[in-house]
């Protein structure tokens, strides 16, 4: 399997954009998670979904982002409009769902930049 | 919410030294697991822990879940150049595996030359 995998790897963007990062989970995981990370908070879990619905968006800034599990393969996140204060590395990650316990994997992220 | 404190912050050993670091929490955890972050890349799994005071190795790391389910440790052993990275602890509460992670803050090791 290829793993977890995030487009684009890097994105500049000017204030006030809308930007879409993209994920495409492991095939058969079922449960989605997008996380931010920062110098100053460390990884932050924005929201997450369990068979393509979200569970926990408690995590999403603001309504400038929203997120979207269409079907088991694909995922974006969106900010509209861009703020400089946006600009960290964003993780999609996924998992299968265990009785015992959830490992979750983890793609190579996307590096937001917003001037 | 839930926190996870994780110590040390940073880590500067020479070559060949074992390392130890650790993890606790407010509250109890089912689940623990530690990543490695290589630089622009995403944190990578190392070690699952699911029971209170397991121990489990994989190589030369060994990590346990403590038996109080508010923390964990992680070990490894004769370190190399290519442990040089960030180690992140994460627990879940839930004991039905649909609940989020949550992060440490992370450990930074440096080998130094």
């Known amino acids: 399997d290829a793993g977890v995998i995030q487009s684009p790897r890097h994105e500049v963007t000017e204030m006030g954009q809308e930007v879409t990062l993209r994920c495409k989970p492991i095939?058969?995981?079922?449960?989605l998670f997008w996380y931010r990370q920062t110098m100053m908070r460390g990884l932050e879990l924005l929201i997450y979904?369990?068979?393509?619905?979200?569970?926990?968006d408690s995590g999403m800034p603001e309504d400038r982002f929203s997120a979207k599990m269409p079907n088991a393969s694909f995922s974006t996140l969106k900010i509209q409009p861009s703020e400089p204060r946006d600009s960290a590395v964003y993780f999609c990650a996924s998992s299968l769902f265990l009785n015992m316990g959830t490992e979750a994997f983890f793609g190579q992220g996307t590096r937001l930049t917003v001037v | 919410g839930q926190q996870l404190n994780q110590s040390p912050q940073s880590m500067f050993i020479q070559e060949g030294e074992d390392v130890s670091m650790n993890c606790t929490s407010s509250s109890i955890f089912n689940t623990w697991l530690w990543y490695k972050q290589d630089p622009g890349e995403g944190p990578v799994l190392l070690i699952a822990l699911y029971k209170a005071g397991e121990l489990t190795s994989n190589g030369r790391l060994t990590a346990q879940f403590g038996i109080t389910r508010k923390d964990s440790f992680l070990n490894i052993s004769a370190s190399i150049p290519s442990d040089v990275g960030i180690y992140f602890c994460?627990?879940?509460?839930?004991?039905?595996?649909?609940?989020?992670?949550?992060f440490g803050t992370g450990t930074r090791l440096t080998i130094i030359p």
């Open positions: 095939s058969g995981h079922n449960s």
């Open positions: 994460a627990g879940q509460s839930s004991a039905f595996g649909n609940e989020k992670l949550t």
């Open positions: 979904f369990n068979n393509n619905v979200p569970i926990d």
